[in-house]
């Protein structure tokens, strides 16, 4: 299946900063997902995108997907204490192929 | 609509034994997935089906069977469980390839 790597896999900031997490794949996506899990719960659908070059954003979220659909990240501005959890991409076919994850700790 | 459930949420077993992780959806979904969640592994796939009848394997199926004889029900089986497959086990379900999947509260399985 298509190969996702996430990085960074840790990200501690303080309330306030900015905080971005990026996904690569060494093929081109037919689309990505991203999904966040809080501790102790499951993975939430937060977006989906299919269009090269595409840009989403969802209020302090911003997601993009690369003009290769090769790439994608995800920019949280003004990081709040909510924001704490493990943020996923994952390459959607029949079933998902996730990333590792970039765990966010945002300390108040 | 209860969307996505699992049972039991918590399971304690003994090299050797088998059980079943139960799986059950109420949105009509065609698709379904198992995945296994381990920490600094990210999700992994075990199992997925495309419909009823229909199932396939992931990246990590060795030690789980499945089967889909309805379209709501998806369980999981451990055949002889090991001590490699304690782990956090997620189902999800999705209305249609490519759409956002909804995943169940999780199952947390240890393996003594």
């Known amino acids: 299946g298509q190969q996702v790597m996430q990085i960074p896999q840790y990200q501690h900031v303080q309330e306030g900063e900015d905080f971005t997490t990026y996904c690569n794949s060494s093929?081109?996506?037919?689309?990505i997902q991203w999904y966040k899990q809080r501790p102790g719960g499951h993975p939430v659908f937060l977006i989906q995108l299919v269009k090269s070059g595409e840009v989403k954003k969802q209020k302090r979220l911003t997601f993009q997907f690369g003009e290769a659909k090769k790439n994608s990240s995800l920019h949280i501005t003004a990081t709040q204490t909510t924001d704490v959890g493990t943020y996923f991409c994952a390459a959607s076919g029949y079933a998902l192929n996730f990333g590792k994850g970039t765990s966010l700790l945002v300390t108040p | 609509n209860a969307g996505v459930t699992q049972t039991p949420k918590f399971q304690v077993l003994k090299t050797g034994q088998s059980m079943t992780l139960q799986c059950a959806q109420d949105m009509n979904h065609e698709y379904m997935s198992w995945y296994r969640q381990d920490p600094g592994m990210g999700l992994r796939l075990i199992h997925y089906?495309?419909?009823?009848?229909?199932?396939d394997q992931g990246e990590v199926p060795n030690g789980y069977n499945v089967s889909r004889s309805t379209t709501e029900d998806f369980p999981l089986r451990l055949l002889s469980a090991a001590p490699s497959q304690t782990s956090v086990y997620f189902c999800?379900?999705?209305?249609?390839?490519?759409?956002?999947?909804?995943f169940g509260p999780g199952t947390r399985l240890t393996v003594l």
């Open positions: 093929t081109t996506l037919s689309n």
């Open positions: 089906s495309v419909g009823a009848g229909i199932t």
């Open positions: 999800a379900s999705t209305r249609r390839n490519l759409d956002e999947q909804f």
